[in-house]
Nanobody
Framework: QVQLVESGGGLVQPGGSLRLSCTAS????????KGWYRQAPGKQRELVAL???????RYADSVKGRFTISRDNAKNTVYLQMNSLKPEDTAVYYC??????????WGQGTQVTVSS
């Protein structure tokens, strides 16, 4: 069983930055694909950024050039650096980890609100 704990959400003004963190229990987190998803009120959950165990990354078109996913395997942590935030980035952000066997684990979510 893997537990994911997110942190770093909050209220920020448009154009500001936040860094989300997701720390996992367990010692083989480095072998997992890690991703950040978000869900705004009344909308479906969507992929924001993905990082595979091989090091490749993928981003939603809406965040390319503004968000960066990174990981620190020694700390079992994956980060999402969010710059130039817009009101439309407001959502609950979730961390997801996928094991090599295809089992999904989700964090509890952290609220990000972009507003003046």
């Amino acid at each position: 069983q893997v537990q994911l704990v997110e942190s770093g959400g909050g209220l920020v003004q448009p154009g500001g930055s936040l860094r989300l963190s997701c720390t996992a229990s367990g010692s083989i987190f480095s072998y997992y694909t890690k991703g950040w998803y978000r869900q705004a009120p009344g909308k479906q959950r969507e992929l924001v950024a993905l990082a595979t165990s091989a090091g490749s990354t993928r981003y939603a078109d809406s965040v390319k050039g503004r968000f960066t996913i990174s990981r620190d395997n020694a700390k079992n942590t994956v980060y999402l650096q969010m710059n130039s935030l817009k009101p439309e980035d407001t959502a609950v952000y979730y961390c997801k980890a996928v094991t090599p066997m295809g089992i999904n684990y989700w964090g509890q979510g952290t609220q990000v609100t972009v507003s003046s």
